[in-house]
């Protein structure tokens, strides 16, 4: 069955470093996502993508996020200099319309532990 | 306003049990979309159902079943005869059809079953 891989599964940072993580969406999928989960809080909506540019991002996604798709199969979430608030799990997610019954299918998480 | 409100934070039910966990949603859109996500302890997010809103048939799929109700703006989900493996976070989560393609999620209840 097809899935969204994400990596690292967890990632240690120090405050003010760049991290990167990365997602590999499902093949035929064309609309991808970032979302943040704050440990014990609800799941957050960050960004969305299609077409290779931002079609919705939240307040959420200040001008230390970015996002990129550099290849047609990687979707990278960037953030130029963590905080210790960026602490979260951060879902990727693909969909294979950006409407209607079509379900997001989400990875299994990047646990972002900024020190 | 929260588009989608999951008032039971924690719920703890002896194995065998049945058990509902309450979701309530708030949009304007006449096209929207419902979708309950599982979060198991290791922490990636499994898609369990979707439903639409011109279709409000109950659903049964062998020991969960789900009660979507427009007039009270509710999407229940019933866990029946409850296992040990039923263990974890559940999230409601709404998508609106006219508005953006986000998911807005639920904060989330967290059922344990006790053996």
């Known amino acids: 069955e097809p899935e969204v891989t994400q990596t690292p599964s967890h990632q240690v940072t120090q405050m003010g470093q760049e991290v990167i993580l990365r997602c590999v969406p499902i093949?035929?999928?064309?609309?991808f996502y970032w979302y943040r989960q704050i440990l014990g809080q609800k799941v957050e909506f960050l960004v969305s993508f299609y077409n290779n540019e931002i079609s919705e991002k939240s307040e959420i996604f200040d001008d230390q996020f970015s996002v990129e798709r550099p290849d047609g199969s990687n979707f990278t979430l960037k953030i130029r200099s963590t905080k210790l608030e960026d602490s979260a799990m951060y879902f990727c997610a693909s969909r294979l319309r950006d409407r209607g019954l079509s379900e997001a299918f989400f990875g299994q998480g990047t646990r972002l532990t900024v020190v | 306003a929260q588009k989608v409100t999951q008032a039971q934070t924690e719920i703890s039910v002896v194995e065998k049990e049945d058990v509902t966990l309450d979701c309530v949603y708030e949009?304007?859109?006449?096209?929207?979309?419902l979708f309950w996500y599982k979060q198991p302890p290791s922490g990636e997010l499994v898609f369990l159902i979707r439903r639409n809103s011109f279709d409000e048939q109950n659903e049964i799929s062998g020991r969960y079943s789900w009660n979507f109700q427009k007039s009270t703006s509710s999407f229940n989900f019933t866990i029946t005869a409850s296992q040990v493996v039923d263990s974890a976070v559940y999230f409601c989560?709404?998508?609106?059809?006219?508005?953006?393609?986000?998911?807005?999620f639920g904060t989330g209840t967290s059922l344990t079953v006790i053996p």
């Open positions: 093949s035929n999928h064309l609309y």
């Open positions: 949009t304007r859109d006449t096209t929207y979309y």
């Open positions: 989560a709404l998508s609106e059809g006219n508005t953006g393609n986000q998911f807005y």
